[in-house]
């Protein structure tokens, strides 16, 4: 017998930015798709997947990421390790967004946070 993953998809308004102006994110991915690029990620406070609106600007010295909604992501561990769970957000997202055109796009993030560590 096959093993059988069931995945309940059930969208939830986050708090507001002032309720929650900070959130770090654990075993992240960043995707790019549709001219804007978007985080998924494990809140490290409610242990539950969030979904970022379009991310506008990204400060690699600091690890975060600020989105159109004013929330400010902080990334301090690695992006999202496992293949089967990258997969799995990649496909959350696209639902999330209806969209099929997203890429994976962490490794050149992580790559940037990296170079400005080193310096």
């Not at 804007?36 to 809140?43: A, E, P, Q, S």
């Not at 790559?111 to 400005?116: I, K, N, V």
């Amino acid at each position: 017998m096959a093993n059988i993953i069931e995945i309940e998809y059930v969208l939830r308004a986050a708090p507001t930015v002032l309720q929650q102006p900070r959130v770090v994110l654990e075993g992240w991915v960043a995707f790019q798709g549709l001219e804007r690029c978007l985080l998924v990620g494990m809140n490290q406070e409610t242990a539950k997947l969030r979904f970022t609106t379009h991310i506008i600007e990204v400060s690699a010295g600091r690890r975060t990421w600020v989105t159109s909604s004013g929330r400010v992501y902080e990334t301090p561990s690695w992006p999202e390790g496992s293949a089967a769970l990258r997969e799995l957000y990649g496909r959350a997202a696209r639902i999330h967004l209806a969209t099929f055109d997203l890429t994976d796009v962490s490794e050149a993030f992580l790559e940037r946070f990296q170079s400005a560590a080193a310096k």
